[in-house]
């Protein structure tokens, strides 16, 4: 359950005059998610998302994550619309957090991948790419490659109590993709974070993208790389190829990838498989007992990186 903060009813009455949408017929917390504290709110002018910024959000990004959604919106991607209060501003607090109000995205995320999510999902990472140009504000990725170390040197130290000579192992593979990461690729808005569980399906059809509170100004086919990650691997181990190839196509269909981006996938899927695994480490190692949100297994991505280390170029992925 991941409602962390708790909203009084006069706290949301006075929240909501602030806004013209209508006046409340329900509200409820959304136990799914683990960073913020999220509510669906019904109004006599239809439904809505109330979320209340926690902590590992910063301040400062809130404006970039919410005027990137407002801009992908308005260039056509089924994103959350921030809701502007009757001042014009989108963010608010309330409870003493930053607040906004989006609107509600229909659709289901697929709690079983099949293959005929992955075509559509590569095409929809294709559009928000490009719905992403023009967009002025920039964010670095503050999950991306220089942050990587510091995060394994915070784990270092019990590494070894999840799988032994782990901690080694990671230095070493990281010291790899180091060294191996491209540099002249290109760049723009990315969400950094498309999982099965931000990708709503309706019909067989793309209806929602959600959370944008890891996007970032990266590169674009690193996004592809986490896509491949979260949606193509059975076991955890190994890569269904099947599904790969179909989220390229789909990808593709779009916006063609350069022979520099093809080749750079191995590199850009060892990043990827790395990021997820150091963040889960970290929380398996540093999150209490009995806390709201349980932690994600960080040797699912071990297994992930171990395959992404086994392969040769960007074929493997269905190229
Ligand atoms: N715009 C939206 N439309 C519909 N449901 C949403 C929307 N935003 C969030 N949700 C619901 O809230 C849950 C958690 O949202 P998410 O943004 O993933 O939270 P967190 O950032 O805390 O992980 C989602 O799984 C979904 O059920
Ligand atoms: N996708 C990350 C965790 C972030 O969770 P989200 O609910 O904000 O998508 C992982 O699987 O490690």
Redesign the pocket.
Known sequence: M?VYTEVTDEALAEFLSLYDIGTLTAFRG?A???????Y?LKTSEG???L?LY?KR?NKEDLPYFLGLMEHLRAHGLP??LPVRAKDGRNLKELAGKMAAI??????V?PRHIKLAHCEPLGAALAKLHLAGEGFAMTRRNGLGPDSWSPLLAKSLPHADSVLGGLGAELQAWLAQIEADWPKDLPVGQIHADLFP??V?FLEGQIS?L????FACTDILAYDIAVCLNAWCFENHAELNVTRSRAVLRGYQSVRKLSDSEINALPVLARGAAIRFLLTRLYDWLNTPEGALVTPKDPLDYYRRLRFHFAVSGAGAYGL
């Open positions: 991941a959304i799914e998610g683990v960073e913020n504290s999220n669906a439904d809505f998302i979320t926690e959000v994103c959350p989006t609107t509600f995205l229909p659709g995320w569980d931000n709503f929602g959600i959370d944008f509170y």
